[in-house]
């Protein structure tokens, strides 16, 4: 395949930079399929001059019209499923299967949420004997979205679509692992009817990242990224008095209770920390299993991951794709080696993978880590990788006390047949979204984000909306 030139799309057009060129690298070979151009400082600015004129355009009209460019988006999407879905596998490494029947349509559902909401958002109402007041929700101008690599369509989707709806202008800075799919996505909303310089696209790392920061027409910026660079991006983002959302890592807690759905819990487990070969922010990494059913549970555990298919994401059979980069392969396989190092068994996995059908890419064995104790930097660190800790427990109180004892509160889960335990539970964990039965799902109606260092703001619902906007309340005497 010919190697592409990748270019910031700025105002519906793809423009070239006079800085140096970096490489892409497909994940699951390791073979460079694209070249980047970085955008310049003066790129991003003529982008946000762009951005301003078409927001003031866009804001005047009315939600609904809004709306039906938004639903347009989302059918676009839909239409294009499969080319979107191989790209992103070109970008990630991550398996197809995943992202035609996940991350494609789950952008297309945030669009279609946001259209509804485009159309129905509204301010409040109020009277006094002699004035009369209401709200307004005004939206904040130019914002900018700077992405993780792992959900690259997802996040730009998730992050575009509320911005839009409330009448924003969007820039995207997709991470520079994966700048594949942004120029897609730019392409298809295009052609949905959005007007140019609503959605554009400036590649780049951290440097280009830091100008967006520092950028005084850009007023929101929301982050999906690491612990470390939330706090720089903040920092940053001072100066100008930005507004920030922050969706950054975990070390979500998963507490198998023995009264639970066995066959259920153990699958649960095995999706909280395998799929998309563990690079989910929100995966369930630490499992904590009641003392009555652990052995039986981690011999159930190994025999179905001893048997899970690494290779070729394209092929419908692969069920571990690849990780991002031989960096992080090898700050995995580091983790893995740690552990082993301060006292943890590895049950299954542990190494390096090399698939047949998939030669020269960044692959790992799924693992699981037995024997583990609270202070390990394995129960401690995120991984990022397709990395479960096994804990055990003896009793609720204990499990809820060393599940909350991190500074992380993304996700937490539950696996129990007793209701009140369930609710009793939802309240005592500490994390922004919690699930019963069930992980990672994430439907566009429900808010995703988290407390403590996991960051702040959230993703999805009336809320993301509510950050992308400002309130304005006006009184009139009557
Ligand atoms: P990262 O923090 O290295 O990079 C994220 C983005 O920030 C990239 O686009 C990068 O170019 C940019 N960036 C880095 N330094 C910057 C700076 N100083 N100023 C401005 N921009 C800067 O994260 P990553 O390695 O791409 O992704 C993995 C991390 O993302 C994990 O920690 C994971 O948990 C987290 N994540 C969180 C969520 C969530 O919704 N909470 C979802 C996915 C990933």
Redo the contacts with the bound molecule.
Sequence with gaps: MPVKTIRSVIHGQEVASPLPVFDKIYPATGEVIAKVEPASPQMLDEAVEYARQAQKKWAALAGHERGRILQNIAQTLRDHNEALSALEVRDVGKLYSEAVSADVPSGAEAFEFFAALAATYHGTSHKWSDAIGYTMRVPLGVCAG??????PVQ?ACWKAAPALAAGNAFIL?????TPLTANMLADLFKIAGLPDGLFQVIH???HI??A??AHRDIAKIS????????K??LA?SAQTLKKVTL????KAPLLVFEDCDFDLAVQTALDANFYTAGE???NATRVFVQDSIAERFIDAMREKTKNLVIGDPMQPKTQIGALISDRHLQNVLGHIRKAEAQGAHILTGGKQAFPQDSQGGFFIEPTILTGCHDEMDCVRE?I?GPVMSVLTFASEEEAVSRANNMPFG?GAGIMTRDISRAHRLADALEAGNIWVNSYNLIPPGLP???SKQ??FGR?GSIYALEAYTEVKAVYIQL
């Design positions: 700077i992405g993780a690599w792992n959900y996040v800075k997709p991470s520079e692992e780049g790392d951290h990242g830091q967006i920061c982050l999906t990224g690491g612990v470390d660079t939330g720089l991006i940053q969706e950054l890592g975990g989910v922010c929100s995120e990022f993304l995703f984000g988290g996991s960051g993703e």
